[in-house]
């Protein structure tokens, strides 16, 4: 009986732990992607960078967020059980950017020519 | 537990059973999401094509309010965070009022975000930037609003779930519908993402 | 209240079942012929079910069920129907072009645009798109050893929304008409500008409705295959069928939305005035095109992958030997699936982009030849030195053989740029697609159902008809296109109202002689399922495996009861029915009987059938009332439906027992009759296995 209830105790302990951790966790990546927010927003409105930088710079930030969020709110990682949803994730972004890049190569290219 | 470490937060299922078909069903909800970014990703890329297309009409520079986009994202990221909070009590504490207090923030912020994009669009109304006026706007307001669309969508259901969980309480069935529903909401955070850098920031740059 | 509040802008003119007493002509006669046939047959339906007494048969067995397997044969039942549309209007077609001689064609220019637009509509996404469905539906979960779907539930709002698709374009014949722009229906002219009717309405909310079905269905298809798989079947021990079902399912998910996409573009456009396509104010019609073909190409392959995979099936079946190169073919599925999401170019390369983007998309078409190349050597090597059948299946598979070939290399002429610019939009196109996809998709469906039609039915299908109905469709087939790669070398535009140059008369002429033995050629498919069903006890398999099969689905009796398996199968290899049978231990009784579970009936399908059908034909004719309510309708129905739990059936332990025990001592009781015996009533689908030897 003793036992049981040590064991319990112990459980619901280790729990703690976990939930901490993972609480932790999430608050990385809030305050990360609020600073990659404000980055970008800073990066226009302030008007510190030369003109050219700005939208390398915001596509590199908006990446960088996305990846991100894609690890601490959608849980994606190398881990074996999340490997389906990783090899989803990449398949999709591959057969986006072929018809995304494609898409706006053609179109440019026809505008280019017009 | 140690393989738990990062299985989606809820998904602390009681029977093994059970967790094989939350599982199936939340692979094959990551297969709908990912279907639906290619659609965004296409209106993205049809955005792209038009943003030169203003016609004469409003431009990026007319149409871009940076205090209200900023709000936007704060509230959108809220919401976000808010709904996390949500999963973490239900994975943890089991407590239906924890959860649906979280729940009931992740909503609220939510909902504000569209009134002050509903705003955006009275004042681009106001304004004649109208979709009938350009291409450009035409692929403005169908990208901002197909996402707005997603999040009142997802509203919709998260009244539901906010019934079901009054109702059954946090049973199997319902903790694998709310970890469904954090995909989704996560996911329109990185649409909008997508929409606040490349069609608001890069707009005005 | 005004008129137009509640029937928006339909009127009494829009009804085609009365032009031909307006103004009576030719031309109205076959209009409201064909919408007079269209609603006296529904009529004619509807009136049988009320006298035989079936609606309940109809809703109980039918309607509401959530069985793969009936969900399966409802989806080729819709092919054949809107098969029976498409073939007719084929014919009429080809009528037109044999009398198009300096505009002489017996009807209008109108009336000839609105055909070739409906019968590419009817017949890719109402006949092929349903018949590869139906297969995928019937077999993924046999094959790998599954109850059912991943989600019983939303495969049975697929059907629901193939349905609406289908529905609304049949409204069009007898309500208001269809567009006139193709299949394709290239904005501006499908624009509001140039055509406000409801044509392209029409169009708009058949596909984008159906689309989502389809795309339902992939996802559904997909995940039963990465995660119902029987244990021990690795994915290199699925049939091949699954791997082809597979990668379709991969093309529904991610080819779908830029439909989708351009579908509601379109409808912003002409609905509230957009402007993504139009020709004014920055808008970009080229941005349809490349959005339609970035769909339209893998589509192509959403819809041949299963007939490979079907051809696969069947050249090991009927040759009874191990398939020659599974893991090649398996490759060269997945290269083809990968490699058709960049190569939509190819289908506009006379728009206008520069030359080196034409040549980067030609180079991708070329390479995608490759591994369909590496499919043909597959087949060939498993066909030779095998001990071949000549039945039905194998005479499709040998027309299919020669004819695909060709159409193939026209395909890979087609691929070269320059080439593509000389025939660009002439018949030469014309021929090349239905060489592709009649030979190769529809063919393949045919051998499909005379092989896997005993497991559904429990009786074989007449084999003289059936061989006689193949050879009419290998030879209407060619005889209808073949003459059209030379009238479009020589210059004939496709889809034009009239030609001027009598040297194309004789190729018309045959080709219209082609076209009516594919007529009968689709008559002679029902004169086989008559004559079957006549003579159904002579040809009853009820034991399940008539053909010496090798995977999973033949170790069930036909029909397979609506659990499929008794127990789950533990599978240990390649085919492994085959193997069972190669080591004399087929049909072993489970140790222990459980009760089974399986998904209650639901009428969640026809719910979003029903309010799709009344929202897109609401959207079409701008009844806002019944939009508004449809669409609220169908939220508010899921919306209180996700308050209830879903409920089961169970099947009792003793139920499964009987059955599966009186299948056993049934097999028991038969000899088993060599493949020499196949096609005599000596057959009752228990196989006395050649595969020792010959695997």
Redesign the interface.
Known sequence: MKLDDLKTRLMLD???E??RA??RF?FIG?IL??LL?VA??A???TGLLP?AW??PT??I??LT??VV??RV???I?L?R??R??LQ??L??I???S???F????????????? | ?S?E?????GMNLGYSDGEHEAEVKV?GF??FV?SD??TF??V???F??MAGATAGGPGPEDVTD?KSI?LQ?ALL?GS??GF??AS?SM??HNQRWRTLGWLAVAATSALSFLIVEAIDFRDWYHMGAVPQRSGYLSALWALVGLHGLHVAGGLVWMAAMTGQILRYGLTDQIKSRVTRM??YW??L??VW??I???VF??G?? | MEMTDIFGRLSWADLVLLDVFRSPSVDTAVSSGAAWIMVLGAAAVLVWLTVAGRWGWLWRDWLTTVDHKKIGIMYITLGFIMMARGIAEGVVMRSYQATAYQGGAFLSEEHWAELFSTHGTVMIFFVAMPFITGFMNYLIPLQIGARDMAFPVLNQISLGLTGTGAALVMISLALGGFETGGWTAYPPFTGADFDPGPGPDYWVWSIVLSGFGSMFSGLNFAVTI?KMRAPGMDYLKMPVFCWTALCTS?LLI?ALP?LTVAGLMQALDRLLGFHFFTNDLGG?M??YA??FW?FGHPEVYILILPAYGIFSELTATFAAKRLYGYRSLVMATMSIA?IS??V??HHFFT????PS?NAAFGIATAIIAVPTGVKVYVWMATLWRGRIRMTTPMVYMTGFFILFTIGGFSGIILANPAINWQVHNTQFIVAHFHNVLLPGLIFGIFAGIHIWFPKAYGFRLHERAGTITAILWIVGFAMTFLPLYAVGLLGYPRRSAAFDDPAFLPYMYVSLTGAFILLAAFCGLFVTLWISIRNRDSLAVPLGDPWDGRTLEWATPSPPPPWNFPVIPQVSSLDAFAKEKAEGKPYVQPAEYRDIELPAPTSAGMVVMVSTTALGFALTWWIWWLAAAAAFGLVAYFFVRSFFEYPHIVIPAIEVQRVNEAWIEALHLCTPVNRDHEDDPRNRGHAATDMAIAS
Do not use: C
């Not at chain 2, 470490?5 to 937060?9: A, Y």
């Open positions: 280790s729990r703690n976990e939930e993972e609480r999430y809030l992607s609020v927010t970008s927003f990066s226009v409105m003109r700005i939208f915001l596509v930030l908006a967020q996305i969020h894609l709110f959608l849980h990682d881990s059980q999340k389906e949803d989803l994730l398949f999709t591959l057969l986006l072929i018809m995304a494609g898409t706006l190569w053609i179109m440019a290219s026809l505008s280019a020519r017009m | 537990m393989q470490t990062n299985v989606h937060p692979f990551w297969v990912m970014l290619v990703g296409l993205f890329a049809i792209g094509t940076l900023a994202t990221l976000s965070f996390s909070w973490l994975k943890y954090g995909l996560h996911f955070d990185i993402i997508g606040f850098s490349m920031l890069a005005v740059a | 990465y991969i991610f830029p970009n080229m941005n490349n959005l970035m990968v999401f960049g939509w170019l728009m206008g982009q520069s983007i």
